[in-house]
């Protein structure tokens, strides 16, 4: 059945049509090749990196701050570039098997020409998506969506064109090598060496082809696409040396040589300007980039080591594994300010006894009493409710740029309708990731404002400021150089760094944000113990051994424990950091530095390596409280006794991205969701478990203090699902007028009428 259906003359025509084998050869021997095409079509075809915001980087481009014709342009072009580095590679791979090439005038353009099934899938599904997503989700007219698309189409097309006439100056046919065509030829393989000419390199060529000519590997074709809309039959090779065919391709394959290096070139010079505004490229470029990089790669493993590649592919992971185990060949990345001369040394039950008995504790619990003094002095009193002030503390999840956006306009406008009461009743802000970014700066702005130096921190601007882009300078970093040589350095006072994606994030975020928070971390001691504005507590994951890394511009050893007892038993939970690296002048830390440690988003941020022995691996503080709840509760746990003389009651609000837990009805599963279901559920609900440890903790707290405690909720996932806005470093303009227009819902205003009952009118 199966033999009279190949032989049918329709069915023949199919399967051994070029285009046609060459995708079956792809789907058989270039999985690799393959797995590149389905990463890229899953992100254009909004089915893989939703939530993360990955794919609108392909969708919605932005350059220099605007999604633009410029953007598609560029976005476009370096899919051509994508497309051609496909060709190239493939050509490489597998052009011997397909001997009737040779025969032809520009072998390596009827190759392409042939190979278009993948990439034509793939620019068709990118184009349905753009227009999609355009016209009914930004509300984008037609007018403009079809300019966008002209521009894309016509950088990819710039490409293509570019390349194709590069590859039709510099590729020979057989009849430019041999001074005759295929069917005239009848000389010997020994002739080749009279007639092939490659300079001192013409033996190794002749030697290496006249060897591989023993072994074949040929895929049936009979009919390949010839022009646009013409389709001939192909040639019979049989009668022809087969070492002549194949040093036909060996010398194209020397242009495609040429064409990798400069690709390589070419990345390694938009590495060197990447910090020009001009140069740094949409992060989907970027992205493309790299994979034509790969594809590049895979290209050049298969044809040196042949049947070895995957062989040679997993003993370079091995060998980068063994690698990465010595400091000299490991790629840290560095909190920028301190001094990596000389380790500390990192021993929890060393630090714990010092704490003990040095009585630092007792120490920093009356220096922060001083600080809230000097707050109660400032803080506004309602005489209607009491005659002691509200004491606030704010709380902020992460979330990438959705929550920095969200927590800033959240604060931002509770102040302004509570007339500025809010942050002048608020003592320490907490969290992690993104909201910390959008608090900090907020903070920032009200510091200046107290100084004098601004007049508003209710204006608009500020919050188009904190939504603004910082994927792009991280992918650009990424692709042109973490993933190389990070041969380019940068002087920070008294310490040189290494560039990397990690000074890519804090350069673009103090770009955004007029430099504002290009300060110390002690730049804040001053005014945070005098109470000009509220504290900021970091709490990032020390990846070691899973304890909190507490910074802080003020001393807080009392934060390292969950109680103030003389218990022998009693062990650190939290390391400060300002104690333990105390001989690295920790006070000069970049606030950025901070942020960025707090918001190590996995992949996207590297993980910081601090001077220590053992060297400490940082990490989000999403890791063991998403919140911050944690950290306020152990505060207010240490601060109670002060707390219950000196206030009217504790406000706590709670800013994040996600929504109350929901449990999910029974539903009807695959076997493969069975088998990944209890390791999926345990990670995806890592978010929901430390809410509900939260309100536990929140709970507790309530029973130890005399005052009542009040919890605020600004909950975004209450009032927008999930995923329509996406949790990265990136927000698309119609997700940022969807997330302010989110702060009018019903009931998101019931929390602002709650709080202004507690401030302004008292509760009900």
Not at 58 to 65: A, C, K, Q, S, T
Not at 430 to 449: D, H, K, P, V
Request: proline share 4%; glycine share 6%.
């Amino acid at each position: 059945m199966l033999k009279k259906f190949i032989s049918h003359p329709t069915s023949r025509g199919i399967i051994y049509f070029f285009p046609f084998q060459l995708l079956m050869l792809h789907l058989q021997r270039n999985q690799v090749l393959l797995l590149i095409w389905i990463v890229v079509f899953g992100f254009v075809s909004n089915r893989v990196g939703v939530g993360l915001g990955i794919s609108y980087l392909f969708i919605v481009p932005e350059y220099l701050g605007q999604v633009s014709t410029y953007s598609y342009a560029l976005v476009g072009f370096a899919l051509g570039g994508f497309m051609t580095a496909f060709n190239v590679s493939s050509y490489v791979i597998n052009s011997h098997r397909f001997t009737f090439l040779a025969t032809l005038k520009r072998p390596f353009i009827k190759y392409c020409s042939n190979n278009f099934i993948i990439p034509s899938t793939v620019l068709i599904v990118y184009l349905f998506n753009i227009y999609h997503h355009l016209r009914y989700y930004e509300l984008m007219q037609p007018w403009p969506i079809l300019l966008n698309m002209v521009a894309f189409l016509g950088g990819t097309l710039a490409f293509i064109l570019l390349s194709a006439l590069y590859f039709q100056l510099l590729n020979k046919d057989f009849k430019n090598i041999f001074g005759k065509s295929a069917d005239e030829d009848e000389g010997s393989t020994l002739a080749m060496l009279t007639s092939f000419k490659l300079g001192i390199f013409r033996r190794h060529f002749i030697s290496q082809v006249t060897r591989r000519s023993k072994y074949r590997d040929e895929w049936p074709v009979e009919t390949y696409l010839c022009n646009i809309g013409r389709i001939s039959r192909c040639k019979k090779t049989e009668h022809i040396d087969r070492a002549k065919l194949l040093m036909v391709f060996q010398q194209n394959h020397i242009m495609a040589s040429i064409f990798a290096i400069l690709v390589f070139a070419s990345l390694i010079l938009l590495g060197v300007f990447r910090e020009n505004k001009y140069f740094e490229l949409p992060a989907a470029a970027s992205l493309l980039l790299l994979g034509t990089m790969g594809m590049m790669v895979v290209a050049a493993v298969h044809f040196f080591m042949r049947g070895w590649s995957t062989v040679f592919f997993i003993g370079i992971v091995f060998a980068l594994n063994w690698l990465s185990m010595h400091s000299n060949f490991r790629a840290i990345n560095y909190a920028y300010g301190l001094d990596y001369e000389k380790p500390a040394i990192y021993d929890p039950e060393a630090m714990t006894k010092e704490i003990r008995e040095s009585g630092c504790m007792e120490k920093d619990i009356a220096y922060h009493e001083e600080i809230l003094n000097n707050w109660k002095k400032k803080a506004y009193v309602n005489p209607t409710i009491s005659s002691k002030p509200k004491i606030v503390f704010i709380n902020c999840s992460g979330g990438g740029l959705k929550s920095a956006l969200w927590t800033f306009y959240c604060i931002q406008v509770s102040d302004h309708q509570l007339q500025g009461k809010l942050l002048q009743n608020t003592v320490l802000i907490t969290g992690s990731s993104g909201g910390m970014i959008g608090a900090s700066y907020l903070r920032e702005l009200y510091l200046q404002q107290q100084m004098g130096v601004i007049d508003n921190i209710y204006d608009p601007k500020w919050s188009e400021n904190v939504s603004k882009d910082m994927l792009n300078p991280i992918a650009t970093s990424m692709a042109l150089n973490d993933l190389f040589l990070r041969w380019q350095h940068f002087t920070e006072g008294n310490y040189t760094y290494p560039k990397d994606r990690g000074y890519a994030f804090e350069r673009k975020l103090n770009e955004n944000t007029n430099y504002v928070l290009d300060k110390r971390l002690g730049d804040y001691t001053e005014p945070e113990r005098n109470a000009i504005i509220p504290m900021m507590m970091f709490s990032p994951s020390i990846t070691n051994d899973a304890k909190r890394l507490i910074i802080s511009s003020q001393p807080v050893s009392f934060m390292s424990y969950n109680n103030t007892a003389d218990n022998r038993h009693a062990y650190i939970e939290n390391i400060e950091f300002t104690r333990l690296f105390k001989n690295h002048n920790p006070y000069n830390l970049k606030f950025t530095s901070a942020i960025r440690m707090n918001a190590t988003f996995p992949y996207v941020l590297p993980v910081v390596s601090l001077p220590s022995s053992p060297l400490l691996e940082i990490m989000d503080a999403g890791m063991r409280d998403n919140y911050g709840t944690r950290t306020s509760m152990q505060y207010i746990f240490h601060m109670r006794k002060w707390i219950n003389e000196n206030t009217s009651g504790i406000v706590m609000i709670r800013i994040f991205d996600g929504k109350r837990v929901n449990y999910e009805k029974q539903r009807n599963t695959s076997l493969l969701q069975d088998l990944v279901s209890p390791l999926g559920g345990l990670v995806g609900n890592v978010s929901k478990i430390h809410l509900q440890e939260n309100d536990q903790l929140i709970q507790m707290i309530d029973e130890v203090v005399d005052v009542p405690v009040d919890v605020v909720e600004y909950r975004l996932g209450e009032v927008i699902k999930d995923k329509e806005i996406s949790m990265s470093f990136h927000l698309t303009p119609r997700e940022k007028q969807r997330l302010i227009a989110a702060f009018d819902d019903d009931k998101i205003k019931l929390e602002i009428e709650h709080l202004r009952e507690i401030f302004l009118n008292g509760k009900k």
